[in-house]
Structures are given as C-alpha cells and as structure tokens.
C-alpha cells in the first residue's frame, strides 16, 4: 500500500537556539555534525537550558531526525538518559506506531531509491539542496504490514551493528600492521 508520509507521521521543524554552558538543567542540541558518516550519534557538543525548550522539540526514542539540507538522511537516536533537541538542521519525524515501525521508516528514507527521490524533491540552488517540511511530507512511501516492516529494521540495524564492526576491524588491523612495520625497521636500524 503507497501512503504519503504526512498521513503517517508528524512533521515538524527542529529549533534554533543559542548554546548555554552554565545552563542549570542541560539539554543536547543536535546539529548534522553530531553524527558520523554511518548516521551514528558522536559526543554532542552543544547544550541549550531545557527552560528554554518547548517540549514539542524534545525529541522521543521512536522519533527521527531528518537532515532537510545538503545531504538527505534519517537518524535515530541510541537510548539514553540524556535529553536531545532537534536543531533546525532537522525536521523532525513523529511517527504513529500503530501504522509505521520507525525503525523501518528510517531504513526507507536512507535507502538509495528512496534518496534519488528526495534528491528530486529538492528546492533551492544547486549549491544548497533542501527539501522543505511539505515535500517530505508529500513523499509517497510503501507500507507493508507492521510484521514486516519490524524485521526489515531489525536487519537494517544488524547490516549497520555490522559494517560498524568491520570498520573498527579495519582500523585495528591497519594499526597492527603499521606497529609491525615500525617494529620491523626499528630492528632493521639496530
């Protein structure tokens, strides 16, 4: 069944507020820098006071953020005691759980079918690609059973735990050979 995502989700923009260091109840404020490039969280370095926070932006375990501009990906967040805010880098993905698995609708928006679609949804210059709030939620999606949609996001983040397995593997091993080609013209020197 083809379902646009504005009948399934709620879409708002994130918010842009000024960081505060000696905030006396301390939020995140996520910006696309505070992720890798396997759309993982990294230490989030901006904190904005929650007194400044309208809860609406506070964002919740099954919500995803949605980079509008530059490049078009879906994050979701580890679970966490800390508190996050959606900067407004984002737009803010509320999805209605008993219609769409938000492990699922994550996996759908980085798919690269689904990304050559937003690619073509883009406005604005060719130097700053952005997709709007109304766009996205215009975005006609696929949405098979709930059953099916939970084990294509478990797979999804057994294909993500994995190649982020490889890629620290990769690393070590590469750390491993060049202490053994130092060791080996250490010995050479000697």
């Not at 759980?97 to 073509?120: A, C, D, F, M, V």
């Not at 696929?142 to 994995?162: F, G, R, S, T």
């Amino acid at each position: 069944m083809k379902i646009s995502l504005k009948d399934i989700a709620e879409l708002q923009p994130g918010v842009y507020l000024r960081a505060n260091e000696n905030a006396r109840s301390a939020v995140y404020l996520l910006g696309i820098k505070d992720f890798d490039e396997n759309l993982n969280l990294v230490e989030p370095s901006v904190i904005v006071d929650r007194s400044e926070v309208k809860d609406k932006y506070i964002i919740e375990e099954s919500h995803i953020l949605f980079s509008a501009r530059l490049v078009f990906n879906a994050f979701k967040l580890p679970k966490s005691k800390d508190v996050y805010v959606a900067s407004n880098s984002f737009i803010l993905i509320k999805p209605d759980l008993e219609k769409i698995h938000s492990g699922y609708l994550r996996w759908l928006l980085n798919h690269p079918h689904t990304q050559k679609r937003l690619i073509q949804l883009t406005q604005g210059t060719s130097r700053m690609p952005y997709i709007s709030q109304k766009k996205l939620g215009s975005l006609s999606i696929d949405l098979p059973e709930l059953a099916v949609q939970k084990n294509i996001a478990a797979l999804y983040d057994l294909l993500n735990k994995e190649k982020t397995i490889r890629q620290k593997l990769t690393l070590k091993r590469e750390e491993y050979l060049q202490a053994l080609l130092l060791k080996k013209t250490m010995n050479n020197e000697q």
